[in-house]
């Protein structure tokens, strides 16, 4: 225990220097501006549907860039939010959940701004942050347990194979190269009008390795999302505390192996804003990790293999 | 005078937290009632639901709509609409009807391609069983002679203890034409 903690402290002594240029620069921005940029910056590189929603969202980060009290401007966040809520409501059928969770935080945003008194507009950020990532977490839960396909496995055995984000994860753990193609052309033979299949069934050749991989990561899934929404309940400073090192082990550990971009790092903004306060130099690692999640889309894993 | 209105203001500030949870909790709510009540896929509605269940909409649940004609020669149709997606989306009775019903009113041709009609093989590779005309709602070319018009809907289900990827057919509609 005193290794681990020797450990840390000399982490913090070696880090000191980084942390205190950090705090330096954060220091110039208020925490609800800071949330406010971030939030922007999420718009423009993974906004709506349209680009009807584009070209007022980069008008106002320019202005905001410019001009910071743009970003207070809480009228300017109601017009974002009119537009994020349009988009969600009109093109439904093609709006990922994490889309309707980013029109939800450009209302906190405007209702924030909106608000007076300091101590309100924190309090409104805080509450819809947790609330959202709690929402996020426990609504993950319950679909999994609800679901059909997800506690057998049968999800992630043939998700692995089929969603081009995981072949990063599919090379690590040595599947055979042919076997993607050979699953993704029998789900595309399945749906077709004009392929005859026999008895409507295509036999998968999944090793009991690759299985117990997909069964692994179902379990671990759910297991952590489950733990972080415990967790999030728990407001005492230890329970805090394990909540934001567990968080960030979630996000790099998912989105170094599958990077889906605007979801981590819609999280990232939430867990930035409820750690920015009381846990300082935790939230700097949520920064960091925004920058992480970027890195994570370069094309480094094609020149690994 | 000032008093009352900032004192309003303030308890507003105070209240108006819960208008985000109250409408995030809705719209999940409504998620999962429409999931059970019209198949809704998971993956869509602000459910939440990503990652966990077999059934996004354009790469596990499909929709296949044969027209056949007086010759009684049956003929996949292959074109990607908005309707077609919604039943992927939500398979409910109302979206089967409208896609039928569109389907039924649209003024069929044979076109000059043919779409082939393959056979798949268990090592993947396919064999070619035939072609059949194209239907196409543009161009002036003939008008198809309809007899029927079938819509499929359905899912595929993986097995993990026989490992099979089965397409199971879950509604159907079939319009016959009055002659």
Redesign the interface.
């Known amino acids: 225990m005193n290794s681990v903690n020797n450990f840390f402290n000399n982490m913090n002594s070696k880090l000191e220097p980084v942390f205190n240029t950090i705090e330096e620069h954060l220091s110039k921005w208020t925490h609800l501006e800071l949330v406010s940029m971030l939030t922007l910056i999420l718009l423009i590189f993974h906004g709506f549907v349209t680009e009807n929603f584009d070209y007022p969202v980069q008008l106002f980060f320019l202005v905001a860039v410019f001009y910071r009290p743009a970003l207070s401007n809480s009228f300017a966040w109601g017009v974002v939010a009119i537009m994020a809520s349009y988009e969600?409501m009109n093109f439904?059928?093609h709006?990922?959940?994490?889309k309707?969770?980013t029109a939800?935080w450009t209302?906190?945003l405007c209702?924030s701004h909106w608000?007076?008194?300091e101590q309100?507009k924190e309090?409104?950020l805080m509450?819809?942050a947790r609330?959202?990532i709690m929402?996020?977490m426990?609504?993950?839960c319950?679909?999994?347990l609800i679901?059909?396909?997800?506690m057998?496995?049968?999800?992630f055995?043939?998700?692995l194979l089929?969603l081009p984000s995981f072949e990063f994860l599919l090379q690590l753990i040595g599947v055979d190269a042919s076997l993607p193609d050979?699953?993704k052309?029998?789900?595309a033979?399945?749906?077709?009008?004009?392929?005859?299949?026999?008895q409507?069934?295509?036999?998968?050749?999944?090793d009991a390795t690759f299985?117990l991989v997909a069964m692994a990561i179902t379990v671990w899934?759910l297991v952590i999302q489950f733990v972080l929404e415990i967790l999030c309940f728990c407001r005492s400073d230890r329970f805090q505390l394990i909540f934001h090192w567990l968080f960030l082990f979630f996000i790099q550990t998912t989105y170094i192996a599958a990077p889906f971009v605007g979801f981590g790092f819609l999280i990232c903004i939430w867990c930035y804003t409820i750690s920015a306060k009381r846990f300082p130099r935790m939230s700097y690692l949520y920064l960091a990790s925004l920058l992480m999640i970027v890195v994570y889309q370069s094309p480094w894993r094609q020149v690994l293999f | 005078m000032n008093f009352p209105s900032s004192a309003l203001?303030?308890r507003i500030?105070?209240h108006?937290?819960l208008?985000?949870?109250l409408?995030?909790?809705l719209?999940?709510l409504n998620q999962?009632y429409r999931q059970h009540a019209h198949d809704l896929s998971?993956?869509?509605?602000?459910?939440?639901?990503?990652?966990?269940?077999?059934?996004r909409?354009r790469?596990?649940r499909?929709v296949?709509?044969?027209i056949t004609d007086s010759d009684n020669i049956r003929m996949?149709?292959?074109a990607y609409d908005e309707l077609t997606?919604?039943i992927q989306?939500?398979p409910s009775e109302k979206n089967l009807d409208r896609l039928l019903s569109k389907i039924v009113n649209t003024p069929w041709r044979y076109s000059h391609q043919r779409?082939?009609?393959?056979?798949?093989q268990?090592d993947?590779s396919?064999i070619v069983?035939g072609y059949?005309p194209k239907p196409t709602p543009w161009g002036r070319n003939e008008l198809i002679d309809m007899s029927s018009i079938d819509i499929?809907y359905g899912q595929?289900?993986?097995?993990?203890d026989?490992?099979?990827?089965?397409?199971?057919?879950i509604k159907e509609r079939h319009y016959e034409f009055s002659k």
């Not at chain 1, 077709?192 to 299949?197: D, G, L, R």
């Not at chain 2, 998971?42 to 077999?54: P, S």
């Not at chain 2, 779409?115 to 798949?120: A, G, H, N, S």
């Not at chain 2, 595929?156 to 993990?160: A, E, K, N």
Request: charged fraction near 15%.
């Open positions: 969600v439904w059928h709006t990922a959940n994490h309707f969770l939800y209302w906190t209702i608000c007076q008194s309100h309090r409104n509450i819809s609330f959202l929402l996020t426990a609504g993950a319950i679909q999994k679901s059909s396909s997800y057998d496995g049968s999800f055995e043939i998700t089929t050979f699953t052309s029998a789900m033979d399945l749906r077709s009008a004009s392929t005859v299949v026999a409507s069934a295509i036999s998968i050749p999944i299985s899934n | 203001r303030s500030e105070r108006i937290v208008i985000i949870p409408v995030a909790s719209i999940f999962i998971v993956w869509k509605g602000g459910g939440m639901g990503m990652f966990a269940a077999l059934d909409p790469s596990s499909f296949k709509i044969y996949p149709v292959i997606y919604r989306v939500e779409t082939p009609i393959l056979e798949r268990k993947g396919h069983l059949t499929e595929i289900y993986f097995d993990v026989t490992k099979l990827l089965e397409g199971k057919l």
